[in-house]
């Protein structure tokens, strides 16, 4: 499926080569996600937890799901989001998080959206929703147009990323618990300023899924 070569073992899509270089993300941070082998809490969630309860994703960023990532975001691969959204809703399962009430995605600026004409996170929340039968809305956050993605440091980092989304007016949440969408984690500002966005509208507990997680940042 990735490379377009032949596949010639029918329980997979991905020929043996692309299959060989796949990392799956199983040792790590139990609350940030993050690759991490050296207990169930990495360094920096010691030191302060994220706002979101828990993020998961079932692939390390590299090898061939970087080259997929990379394709769905940029190349209209649209045929990857079944694989996608399966080994999330696996990973969801296996690390018991699949009590929410709603999936929400990472939303685009409008401009990217034109660009592609499709919000690759918003794809991966219509997948996840409709295999667990949960609801979806697109609706209730929206990315600022022009807004600065570069920032130095960690707090100017998520700062900026917080400029960058807001609460669409008139949206207030009861306590609901929100499954939140992206295509891949790299600092996690992006996913911290959306799920800090979505306790202030009133969200209860927020989990984050990705495709997934680079160990940077
Ligand atoms: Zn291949
Ligand atoms: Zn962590």
Redesign the pocket.
């Known amino acids: ?5 032949e ?1 010639h073992n029918q329980n997979s899509e ?6 060989s270089d796949i990392e799956v993300n199983v040792a790590s941070c139990r609350y940030c996600g993050r690759p991490w082998t050296e207990g169930t809490t990495c360094g920096e969630c010691r030191r302060q937890r994220p706002v979101y309860a828990r993020l998961v994703t079932p692939f390390v960023y590299g090898g ?1 799901i970087r080259e997929m990532i990379l394709g769905l975001k940029y190349s209209g691969r649209t045929d990857y989001l079944p694989f996608f959204a399966r080994s999330m809703v696996w990973m969801l399962a296996h690390r018991d998080m699949l009590s929410f009430d709603m999936v929400v995605p990472v939303p685009s600026t409008f401009k990217q959206f034109r660009r592609r004409g499709y919000n690759p996170p918003g794809l991966l929340v219509h997948e996840i929703a409709r295999m667990l039968g949960v609801p979806e809305e697109h609706h209730i956050l929206v990315a600022r147009p022009g807004a600065g993605q570069k920032g130095k440091g960690r707090a100017e980092r998520l700062e900026s990323r917080k400029q960058a989304f807001f609460v669409r007016p008139g949206w207030m949440l009861e306590g609901e618990d929100v499954l939140l969408v992206d295509d891949v984690v790299t600092t996690g500002a992006t996913v911290q300023a959306c799920a800090e966005l979505l306790k202030g509208a009133g969200a209860g507990k927020v989990y984050v899924a990705a495709v997934a997680r680079s160990d940077g940042g």
């Open positions: 499926m990735s490379c377009g070569a596949i991905l020929c043996d080569k692309c299959l061939t």
